[in-house]
């Protein structure tokens, strides 16, 4: 079936669609990566995107159940150069056709992938629709939409629930988490408590944790202001770890600024140097913000890590308390897990803050 991807710019692509047979639109970004395309589709942090994907084969693997990063993924279309006629992976249980087509998500194949990247990379990310139709009501629709403010309320869980484990408690703010957060801290044995992005620091405390995770997570973090009292509220008290849109939602709480990057960093061959080393890990990224680097007060937050292509901030680490951050995702999935090493990090530092206080845990 024939359909087209447009964007707000007047730019269009004609392909065939796959999928779910409905109309779409959202935010169009890219993805570098050369497979993990179901961990992609699936990871909440792309919640109102389309998402193009750069790999010119997408498909071939199927769609398995190992490697869900949410059940139910709100990504709003899916577009490629080709789609693969055969699936050839033992653990496939459906086609990504058959698996766009449950979960009503709509894709477009047959698209110069090349081209649309390149006019991404040099405009910037914009708004994108896919339609049956490239007519002057599909652009006067596309260009009226307003793109949503509340992404994290969408996707986050709304009760707490556990995740049962013998070892360190540890709470996990939902702010869209990945699967594979919650798989590294299950490898380390410990005792999960998953809370909703609006818990207070109240709430979190009287749970008496060794630890507090934040997770990633969609859109702008300043659309998250309720986080940021309750971050200040148990740095210090708890040992605590932020990821990706944790990381931007750390700094602001410590007085840092971010701001929208031109087209982001979304695939998982980015290389991060950490500083204080000189250690270079190839690192996992999904992320359309960064922390802005002459608004950290340097008496209050260090930067660890930095992005080697365009040097944004990639790490902090508070300098009064045991709290620290990465723009990336040391849980990979997809990508290289080159940085897995910062969950050992963290479960160091809980050991170290429990025999500063004289605690001992498992």
Known sequence: MKRYLILEDGSVFEGEGFGA??????????????SGYQETITDQSYNGQIIAFTYPLIGNAGINRD????INPTTKGVVVRETARVVGNWRAQMTLDEFLKRKHIPGISGIDTRALTKRLREAGTMKASIVDAADDHAFDQLRALVLP??????????????????????????????HSILRELAKRQCNITIMPPTTTAAEILTLNPDGVMLTNGPGDPKDVPFALDMIRG??????????????????????????????GHRGFNHPVREIATGRIDFTSQNHGYAVDPASIDPDQLLVTHEEINDHTVEGLRHRLYPAFSVQFHPDAAPGPHDADHLFDEFMEMMDAFSASKGVAHA
Request: aromatic share 10%; hydrophobic share 40%; charged share 15%.
């Open 149 to 178: 403010k509340n992404q994290v309320q969408q996707v986050a869980t709304t009760q707490a629930y556990p995740a049962p484990g013998t070892g360190k408690n540890i709470v996990v703010v939902d702010f869209g988490l990945k």
């Open 67 to 70: 490697d869900y990063e949410s």
């Open 21 to 34: 047979e409905t109309v779409t639109t959202g935010e169009i970004v890219f993805n570098t990566g050369m």
């Open 234 to 263: 148990v740095e210090g008290h708890i040992p605590m770890f932020g990821i990706c849109l944790g990381h931007q939602l750390f700094a602001l709480a410590n007085g840092a600024d971010t701001f929208k990057m031109k087209y």
